[in-house]
């Protein structure tokens, strides 16, 4: 909770009245340029704006309706402008479709279908942009302590303390902090968890975060009455923090309450449709890419003996080994010498990287620099071994170093770029390059597939972190 509740209501109210004059005024707007501006010619007779009254309301309440349907009026400060943007288009698709349905029904007037049509277009940028000014407006307000939720912990230990200090760290939540209820010395103390009814009374909390692992069902549930009865919200923060990850559900198994972790690894259509895109770019790509790949062959070939691409064995999905190809960057012994490179990793965790790695030749240092060495695994994506975007694949000995955590990275199908390389490339540390590509993993999509595509030329050309 980041809103209090008086600000969060107050919010609402402003983004629902906001939508409704919009909505409302974007359809008239919509009539003005279609009938009274001169723009767009007038094939057909004048309408008068008095045959548009009527449909301009219906279409107002339809859309209104469709926009709390997609949760528009709700204050997400998480979610993007892109986000916001797809809610609306969506809204307002379903909402074109129910007005046009009735427009057929009542055949009393014809009306203007490019009324209509510009009237959504100016509906969805006003409403879009309104809602970005009010989330601006509101996380403006929060930085200086106006709005806040007020929010106290209940805990002792490091749980307690790890959640203060999260709440500390956000900066639209830090000055919304009351303080701790515990039994320790804490410097946020402000009194003991028994006295957590009259700390809502007296101090007006808008949520109470429970962040101690040893505590009874009978203390929990006085907690959620004392809460419920003063409109608090109670939220309570499980000791099991990386198994919360995915799709969360609450089931039954007779009388019994269940907690069901979903997979989150892209099933069915998902894979056909991202198979589909890995497809069409990779055999793009070979076409487009062939003249290059001459000149590289020719280059290495000159530079160093030994052949023009190196394959290595890679674990793919679910621990599968494939060949991944590269073209060569290193002299013909480099897996040999790599036992007494060892010692000199740079890198953290499960990986071997050095800045100045002496087996690298010099055309080797200019692919690498723009990641050119990486360009024949657009064949592997042709093949189905990898994808266009994914966690890049692990040497088999990296794999036996792996966290348990951190196996989740090889239960979807590798890729050529992915977001830990947009995102700081070689320059970020193992866990951080992990951590990014469980993200990916769980929130993946075809937008976001384009999104780090897009983002990998910029990073490619000015070959930031590529060593």
Same mark, same amino acid.
């Given at each position: ?10 919010? @609402? ?51 209104? $309706? ?20 797809? @809610? ?26 490019? %009324?209509?049509?510009? #009237?959504?277009?100016?509906?969805? /940028?006003? %409403? ?26 209940? #805990? ?6 790890? !959640?203060?200090?999260?709440? &500390? ?13 515990? %039994? ?15 700390? &809502? /009374?007296?101090?007006? /909390? ?26 608090? &919200?109670?939220?309570?923060?499980? !000791? ?17 309450? %269940? ?23 990779? #055999?793009?790509?070979?076409? $487009? ?35 991944? $190809? ?9 897996? @040999? ?17 050095? *800045? ?60 050529? !770029? ?32 384009? *999104? ?16």
């Amino acid at each position: 909770m980041i809103l209090s509740r008086k600000t969060d209501r107050t919010a @609402k109210y402003i983004i629902f009245i906001g939508d409704v004059i919009l909505i409302a005024g974007g359809f008239a707007l919509a009539w003005v340029l279609r009938f009274e501006s001169g723009i767009i010619p007038i094939l057909k007779e004048y309408q008068p704006f008095s045959t548009y009254r009527i449909p301009i309301v219906v279409a107002m309440v339809i859309w209104i $309706l469709a926009f709390g349907w997609q949760r528009l009026f709700h204050i997400e400060f998480s979610r993007k402008i892109g986000q916001e943007l797809g @809610k609306i288009i969506k809204a307002s698709v379903v909402s074109l479709m129910v007005t046009m349905a009735l427009t057929f029904l009542f055949r009393g007037e014809t009306y203007s279908r490019l %009324t209509l049509a510009i #009237g959504v277009v100016i509906v969805c /940028i006003l %409403t879009a942009l309104y809602h970005r000014l009010v989330i601006t407006i509101l996380k403006r307000m929060l930085r200086k302590g106006t709005g806040v939720a007020r929010k106290v912990v209940i #805990g002792d230990g490091g749980l307690a303390e790890e !959640t203060v200090a999260q709440i &500390l760290a956000d900066p639209l939540t830090n000055r919304g902090l009351i303080g701790r209820l515990c %039994t320790d010395d804490s410097p946020q103390r402000i009194g003991a968890p028994s006295e957590l009814k009259t700390t &809502l /009374i007296n101090r007006n /909390i808008d949520e109470v975060i429970l962040a101690e692992p040893d505590v009874s069902e009978a203390a929990i549930r006085r907690m959620l009455y004392e809460c419920r009865k003063e409109k608090a &919200l109670f939220v309570m923060v499980p !000791t099991f923090q990386g198994l919360l990850r995915g799709i969360i559900e609450i089931d039954e198994i007779g009388e019994l309450g %269940t907690i069901v972790f979903r997979d989150v690894v892209m099933a069915g259509w998902q894979r056909y449709a991202k198979r589909a895109m890995d497809l069409i770019g990779s #055999g793009l790509g070979i076409i $487009l890419t062939s003249p290059l790949f001459l000149i590289i062959a020719i280059a290495i070939k000159l530079n160093s003996k030994g052949p023009v691409f190196f394959t290595q064995e890679r674990v793919g999905k679910n621990g599968r080994k494939f060949r991944m $190809l590269k073209f060569r960057s290193m002299f013909i012994d480099a897996e @040999k010498r790599l036992a007494e490179l060892l010692d000199r990793n740079e890198r953290e965790g499960a990986v071997f990287k050095i *800045k100045k790695d002496p087996r690298i030749t010099a055309v080797g240092k200019l692919l690498r620099r723009f990641s050119l060495d990486e360009l024949p695994q657009i064949i592997n994506v042709f093949l189905g071994q990898m994808s266009l975007v994914g966690p890049r694949p692990p040497l088999e000995r990296e794999l036996a170093e792996y966290e348990s955590w951190q196996l989740k990275r090889v239960d979807t199908i590798p890729g050529m !770029t992915g977001l830990w390389q947009v995102s700081g490339r070689s320059d970020l540390s193992f866990a951080e390059m992990v951590r990014l590509d469980i993200y990916y993993i769980e929130h993946w999509s075809i937008w976001l597939d384009i *999104k780090i595509l897009l983002k990998t030329i910029p990073a490619v050309l000015l070959g930031k972190g590529a060593y």
